[in-house]
């Protein structure tokens, strides 16, 4: 039977690997430019075309629901689609079954844990097409959305 000194040595061994593993509350810059999520006083990591325009998608958990504001969204080539945390813990993933036959989708988003923190994501899709894209633990509590691209 294990001592009680042998329990909280066992104790502090898991809280200490459980800290290394969380890492901390901001994703590396690599991790930023391939769609991860920043902290609120990140520099972004992608800067839009002179002519682009960056749109603020919210994500929010509230008595509500889980969900993207706006649900629809609109963009052209060279825009940027900031995704910014409310509340709860979100990402963001354009499926390839969902987006049949687009190459180069973006990598799945890491988790947004923090209210304030932002993923990025640039606008290379070809216009005149949509994109469907969720948030996967809450797709089926309907956290889904339509990217619309338009043409320049």
Do not use: W
């Amino acid at each position: 039977m294990p001592t009680r000194l042998t329990l909280t040595r066992l104790a502090f061994a898991t809280a200490a690997l459980l800290l290394v593993a969380c890492g901390g509350d901001k994703a590396p810059a690599s991790d930023i430019a391939a769609g991860g999520a920043s902290g609120p006083a990140a520099a972004p990591s992608y800067v839009p075309k002179p002519t682009g325009t960056v749109i603020t998608i919210e994500m929010t958990t509230d008595e509500t629901g889980n969900y993207f504001k706006p649900k629809e969204i609109e963009a052209k080539p060279g825009d940027v689609l900031k995704f910014v945390l409310v509340a709860g813990v979100h990402n963001v993933h354009f499926l390839a079954d969902s987006n049949l036959g687009v190459p180069d989708l973006p990598a799945v988003s890491m988790f947004a844990q923090l209210p304030g923190q932002e993923i990025l994501v640039p606008v290379n899709f070809a216009a005149g097409k949509s994109y469907y894209f969720q948030c996967d633990p809450h797709a089926l509590l309907g956290m889904v959305c339509t990217l619309k691209v338009e043409d320049e």
